[in-house]
């Protein structure tokens, strides 16, 4: 009786890759064709193929890119009462709050969320005061590359910066999480759209759009009149807008609709963020 031969190990998708990655790229173009090439012949799965990607594509990216800006940040006034400011805090559900003094240029802190819990009580309440729970806050430029950001949140164990333009200014807030997402796709919690939604407000301006809603759908909601006689979905009217199959963090302007790519692969968008513009009247 001989003996069965041992099974061989299944190799990784990793030791796949760098079989595929023999004949060595010249440039980054030739990098992504290789990985593609790999994942069409099941060396590489869509996801990890996204993935790394997304690792290349934030080298590229600077922080203006992916920043929320000035204009829409959620910020706490440093003399508020703790009663008039934490309603805006719970409504909004972010974890972290820029402070400022008297304009959104002077930044002095941030806030986060979970140091308002020691004051529940209204005992607590009355011995509140935002100096003592402040966080030193990081200013970084909006130039500066989004992998170079990604260390520095590593390096200072901070998750948001407060970023300023050429002149100084506050320009906007950006977050660890904004740039991990522009590495693995949206980061989905509870406030994140479900599969029987198609679309999900965010705030009074913001929403989230599956790419897939029926533009028939889009305009009822939005009491709007969007082309919808070559595409049936919101996707394939904004592909026809790019031009081309976009990357995540592009944006393109549709009527009073800014539309941002929150997540696509190399073959279609799925999912998108709507800012509704504020439509301007020409004077007469």
């Given at each position: 009786m001989t003996e069965e031969e041992p099974t061989k190990p299944t190799r990784s998708w990793l030791e796949r890759l760098s079989q595929a990655l023999l004949r060595e790229p010249q440039d980054r173009e030739q990098l992504v064709e290789l990985l593609r090439d790999a994942e069409q012949r099941n060396l590489l799965d869509a996801e990890a193929l996204a993935m790394i990607e997304g690792v290349l594509q934030i080298s590229q990216m600077r922080v203006r890119d992916i920043m929320i800006p000035r204009a829409q940040m959620v910020v706490v006034e440093q003399d508020m009462p703790l009663k008039e400011f934490l309603p805006q805090v719970i409504e909004s559900g972010h974890s972290r709050f820029p402070v400022i003094n008297e304009t959104r240029d002077e930044v002095l802190g941030i806030l986060l969320a979970k140091d308002l819990l020691r004051f529940s009580s209204e005992t607590a309440q009355a011995q509140f005061n935002m100096r003592d729970i402040l966080r030193t806050p990081i200013f970084v430029p909006e130039s500066k590359r989004l992998d170079k950001l990604l260390q520095e949140f590593r390096r200072t164990h901070n998750h948001m910066a407060i970023v300023i333009d050429e002149y100084g200014g506050v320009?906007?807030?950006v977050t660890i999480e904004d740039v991990l997402e522009q590495i693995v796709g949206e980061i989905e919690d509870e406030y994140d759209i479900d599969e029987e939604t198609f679309i999900k407000q965010h705030s009074i301006t913001q929403y989230i759009i599956k790419a897939l809603t029926p533009i028939e759908d889009f305009n009822e909601y939005f009491k709007a009149s969007l082309d919808d006689s070559e595409f049936?979905?919101?996707?394939?009217?904004?592909?026809?807008?790019?031009?081309?199959?976009?990357?995540?963090g592009e944006t393109i302007n549709i009527d009073r609709f800014r539309f941002k790519v929150l997540h696509a692969d190399n073959r279609r968008i799925h999912l998108l963020r709507l800012t509704l513009r504020k439509v301007q009247t020409l004077p007469e």
């Amino acid at each position: 009786m001989t003996e069965e031969e041992p099974t061989k190990p299944t190799r990784s998708w990793l030791e796949r890759l760098s079989q595929a990655l023999l004949r060595e790229p010249q440039d980054r173009e030739q990098l992504v064709e290789l990985l593609r090439d790999a994942e069409q012949r099941n060396l590489l799965d869509a996801e990890a193929l996204a993935m790394i990607e997304g690792v290349l594509q934030i080298s590229q990216m600077r922080v203006r890119d992916i920043m929320i800006p000035r204009a829409q940040m959620v910020v706490v006034e440093q003399d508020m009462p703790l009663k008039e400011f934490l309603p805006q805090v719970i409504e909004s559900g972010h974890s972290r709050f820029p402070v400022i003094n008297e304009t959104r240029d002077e930044v002095l802190g941030i806030l986060l969320a979970k140091d308002l819990l020691r004051f529940s009580s209204e005992t607590a309440q009355a011995q509140f005061n935002m100096r003592d729970i402040l966080r030193t806050p990081i200013f970084v430029p909006e130039s500066k590359r989004l992998d170079k950001l990604l260390q520095e949140f590593r390096r200072t164990h901070n998750h948001m910066a407060i970023v300023i333009d050429e002149y100084g200014g506050v320009a906007g807030v950006v977050t660890i999480e904004d740039v991990l997402e522009q590495i693995v796709g949206e980061i989905e919690d509870e406030y994140d759209i479900d599969e029987e939604t198609f679309i999900k407000q965010h705030s009074i301006t913001q929403y989230i759009i599956k790419a897939l809603t029926p533009i028939e759908d889009f305009n009822e909601y939005f009491k709007a009149s969007l082309d919808d006689s070559e595409f049936d979905t919101i996707g394939g009217l904004v592909l026809r807008a790019f031009g081309h199959l976009p990357k995540r963090g592009e944006t393109i302007n549709i009527d009073r609709f800014r539309f941002k790519v929150l997540h696509a692969d190399n073959r279609r968008i799925h999912l998108l963020r709507l800012t509704l513009r504020k439509v301007q009247t020409l004077p007469e």
